[in-house]
């Protein structure tokens, strides 16, 4: 009785909330709804929440062809609009840049948004922790000084590799790309590595926290479509990410707390990143707000996207590559011509290499790291192509839908590396044809050491070893199923076996 008598006025409540938000929804929608534009006619309460499925990305391209490159949806309580096509997005991500400036902040992050660059509004604060990763981070020549900790990692990797050939075991390619790009972000902050190619527990443990963090972000939560319900938290995607941020958080503490003691101890600075922001902390004009919270959230960010998105991305071109042997022998034999066989890859050899940036352009055009970026949120009213987009939208990016467009791409399902040769196409938001990092002032400021990591990965480990799948995965196909997230893994791993060239 006492249960029941708690749980009544909470169901009341909910009811209650639901009816006020459809009758609200009604009004407002009612009224907005002749300027925006076309989309599937919604529900009551839910509008098209029933249209996501389980790979909204998917879900939201097939509407697209149905109502058009720029389309509006009632996704419970809130209007959404989503660009499907590369006008829409110039719209979006250039012309009206400074409208669609601030993130539309999910719910599950909870704390860790307020401190977050990724999540931070545009002002002062956020402007200030760009700069500082622009700066010195992610700088041409901040990269440039560090290309020997990208060598020795690779060479790590290489030697990792090796060893499972050997032994003739299959090589876990994502594993071992998350562990080698996860240690390079290690090194570049804290001068050291957080795990080991040999420690296999140790990185799995690494990468599952932040697989599960990309998917807990990016996963549907009734809180940010019903954002009356988001005290109650009714998924528990903000508790469950609350625990996954406090494990990492334990991490960086360890890395902050030992740092600090050798300061006072008089210990040299080893002058990498974390000593550079308790530098920029300790400074009198600290306007990117470097407390201990600022510190956890900065390394956050850095650490998932800095190792997921590359170490995907490389997952994904291994596995097309093994599905298609004719790119594989094309991209093999230009390595072996440039460079040589098993020579070790520079970085300055890249731009020599065309075959193999096709296949990287090629795999964030089928694969991109954030299928639907990270969500904007428009700050007035707004005119695109046409239609008006309302104060308060939640806009999103469709860029794998704008990857399989027909009318840009022939054959868009097909792995054609061929069709970016002879081409100029930017990755870096110039063209609006293949924008994995995104555009604007919220392109991802890591994308130059993405760029440079994933090409001098999969160069490496092409140039080292031949490659195949093992004969069971060979007899019944590649599974190419993916886990929808912020970021798009592959459901399954892909394990291939290396052989020493």
Sequence with gaps: MVMGGALFPWLAWLLLSLVGIYLLGHLVHGRRRRGLPPGPHPLPVIGSLHLLGNQPHRSLARL?????PLMSLRLGAV?????????????????HDAVFSNRSVPDAPGAHAKNSSVWLPNAPRWRAL??????ELFAPHRLDALQHLRRDKVQELVDHVGRLACKGEAVIVGRVA?????NLVARTIFSRDLTSLDDDGGSREFQEVVTDIMEAVGSPNVSDFFPALAPADLQGWRRRLAGLFARLHRIFDEEIDGRLRGREAGEPKKNDFLDLLLDAAEDDDNTAGLDRDTLRSLFTDLFSAGSDTSSSTVEWAMTELLRSPTSMAKVCDELATVIGPRKSIQESDIGRLPYLQAVVKETFRLHPPAPLLLPRRAQADVKIMGYTIPEGSRVFVNVWAMGRDEETWPEPEKFLPERFLGKTVDLRGGDFDLIPFGG???ICPGMPLAIRMVHLLLASLLNQFTWRLPVEVGRNGVDMA??????LTKAVPLCAIATRI
């Design 64 to 68: 697209a062809k149905v109502h058009g």
């Design 79 to 95: 209007t959404t609009v989503v660009a499907s096509s590369p006008a829409a997005a110039r719209e979006i991500l250039q012309r």
């Design 130 to 135: 760009r700069k500082i990763m622009g700066a």
């Design 178 to 182: 998350f562990t080698t790009s996860l």
């Design 440 to 442: 604007g002032r919220r």
């Design 482 to 487: 993916e886990n929808f997230g912020v970021t």
